[in-house]
């Protein structure tokens, strides 16, 4: 399906510039400002700012769809729908993120649709290794805003990434903490072979289990009359399938919406992407202990 550019030509959006005018909003007055310290890095902001794949997912509550235009280095172009359309091109968004990596800043526009002519205009700042801070000013078409207007406008702006960032920060938090984990490991954690889980009454009767075993992590259950066992770190970026409800033998992410059989570890639409494979479930005879054994295969 190709991307609708609600009256917009693909050759003027292609011979747009790719770099960002943080600052300037020529046409736009200023209508509100965001700041927020995060506990993230650097790294993982940028690595945010150009992932234009999470928004209908992780921000499912923005965003119902999305499809890609155009990327690079320097930022994205795309299709989205707004959450709560029904499809009609009234609902939809054109969205452009122009990245300065060197500066860590970045400039979002509204190219056409809901919003358009919006931009937000977003610098990050280094606070220490593992902190930033994120200051965030909002611009709308100057159409001769009243300033309670604009001051309403701002606070709904405001309210909005709010949320996004409880979202992102969510995110890129998890995704650190599943990185250093995968780190520590390789590094030398316990490279187990087995696992005792215990007596298998006690382990039925604790199911759902998340078991870490061998730097991954994954959940046991039981289902028609025998154990099941998948990894819940996605491969794609590492987003945690832990609470992910298994529908028709899959499991969907919910930061980018990739599904995964959890029988076989594959990955719908992405023949690259493979869950890791599961350490095999044994109960010992004699003794009725629920073991995991490290794969074979
Ligand atoms: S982290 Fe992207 S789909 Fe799971
Ligand atoms: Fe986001």
Not at 148 to 172: F, P, T
Request: proline share 6%.
């Amino acid at each position: 399906m190709s991307a609708q550019l609600l009256g917009l030509s693909a050759s003027d959006i292609a011979a747009r510039p790719r770099a960002p005018r943080f600052g300037e909003a020529p046409g736009c007055v200023k209508v509100g400002h965001y700041r927020r310290d995060m506990p993230v890095t650097m790294a993982r902001m940028m690595e945010n700012a150009l992932d234009w794949e999470h928004l209908p997912s992780l921000h499912s509550s923005s965003f119902s769809t999305i499809e890609l235009i155009d990327s690079g280095p320097w930022g994205w172009r795309a299709s989205a729908e707004v959450a709560g359309g029904n499809g009609t091109a009234e609902r939809g968004q054109v969205i452009e993120l122009l990245l300065d990596t060197q500066q860590h800043c970045w400039v979002t526009t509204i190219l056409a649709g809901v919003g358009e002519g919006n931009q937000i205009h977003t610098q990050a700042v280094t606070l220490d290794a593992e902190n930033i801070q994120v200051q965030v000013d909002f611009y709308v078409p100057d159409t001769g805003l009243q300033d309670e207007v604009r001051k309403q406008y701002g606070e709904a702006l405001s309210a909005i990434y709010r949320q996004l960032y409880d979202e992102d920060e969510s995110m890129m938090a998890r995704r650190q903490h599943e990185m250093q984990a995968w780190q520590d490991f390789r590094r030398g954690g316990a490279d187990e072979v087995e696992k005792d889980l215990g007596s298998v009454d006690a382990v039925e009767a604790a199911l759902p289990l998340i078991v870490p075993f061998r730097g991954g992590r994954f959940k046991l259950d039981w289902k028609n009359d025998r154990f099941t066992i998948f990894s819940v770190r996605c491969p794609h970026m590492l987003g945690p399938l832990d609470d992910a409800p298994v529908v028709d033998g899959a499991v969907t992410c919910p930061w980018h919406g990739y599904r995964f059989d959890v029988r076989t570890g594959a990955c719908n639409g992405h023949p690259g992407l493979s869950l890791e494979t599961p350490p095999e479930v044994t109960v010992t005879d004699p003794g009725g202990r629920v073991v995991l054994r490290r794969s074979s295969f």
